[in-house]
T-cell receptor, first 115, second 110 residues
Framework: DTGVSQDPRHKITKRGQNVTFRCDPI?????LYWYRQTLGQGPEFLTY????????KSRLLSDRFSAERPKGSFSTLEIQRTEQGDSAMYLC?????????????FGAGTRLSVL | AQRVTQPEKLLSVFKGAPVELKCNYS??????LFWYVQYSRQRLQLLLR??SRESIKGFTADLNKGETSFHLKKPFAQEEDSAMYYC????????????FGTGTRLQVTL
């Protein structure tokens, strides 16, 4: 499968624990996005990387959230001290670049359940 | 601020009937609009974008700047069209992030 890959697919954790998700974008896509989707809502933008640089963060991304893309390839999203309100589907998307080539391709997501 | 509104959570139609999924947007710049579809147990995937002016799987969508709408249409619904449909607006900033509507579930019945 050469699409966007996310791991794990499901994560169940207890409140207060830390969790980390991984996203592997489509090869040679230099843009990477994280979105969050809660029940009954569309995906909401969290953050964006151009290569290894994190260029934009949403106000939804509290200081308990941190994202990295150390070598401009895969990315990780870490949530510290999880809360029940963090329960959601976390989606990663990648795109090749700007203008007509900036179609975003989505991964299958990581579903987080905080007990 | 940009916003996308999909007024219907659920649209149920009979097979062979016409389909129209509504999408209205609010954006101060020149928008780029998309329809994404999510079939059961599959990932979100692009259906069509307004600048390509294509017909994909029989679906079309026309950008109406006067009404700020981008409704998705298909003349004859098929069972395999049953899915969740999201309208999305891409901003023209550096990030080109997507703003999604809340989605409409299309249910095509026999």
């Amino acid at each position: 499968d050469t699409g966007v890959s996310q791991d794990p697919r499901h994560k169940i954790t207890k409140r207060g624990q830390n969790v980390t998700f991984r996203c592997d974008p489509i090869s040679e896509h230099n843009r990477l996005y994280w979105y969050r989707q809660t029940l009954g809502q569309g995906p909401e933008f969290l953050t964006y990387f151009q290569n290894e640089a994190q260029l934009e963060k949403s106000r939804l991304l509290s200081d308990r959230f941190s994202a990295e893309r150390p070598k401009g390839s895969f990315s990780t999203l870490e949530i510290q001290r999880t809360e029940q309100g963090d329960s959601a589907m976390y989606l990663c998307a990648s795109s090749p670049g700007t203008g007509g080539k900036n179609i975003q391709y989505f991964g299958a997501g990581t579903r987080l359940s905080v007990l | 601020a940009q916003r996308v509104t999909q007024p219907e959570k659920l649209l149920s139609v009979f097979k062979g009937a016409p389909v129209e999924l509504k999408c209205n947007y609010s954006y101060s710049g020149s928008p780029e609009l998309f329809w994404y579809v999510q079939y059961s147990r599959q990932r979100l995937q692009l259906l069509l974008r307004h600048i390509s002016r294509e017909s994909i799987k029989g679906f079309t969508a026309d950008l109406n700047k006067g009404e700020t709408s981008f409704h998705l249409k298909k003349p004859f619904a098929q069972e395999e069209d049953s899915a969740m449909y999201y309208c999305a607006l891409q901003n023209t900033g550096t990030a080109s992030k997507l703003t999604f509507g809340t989605g409409t579930r299309l249910q095509v019945t026999l």
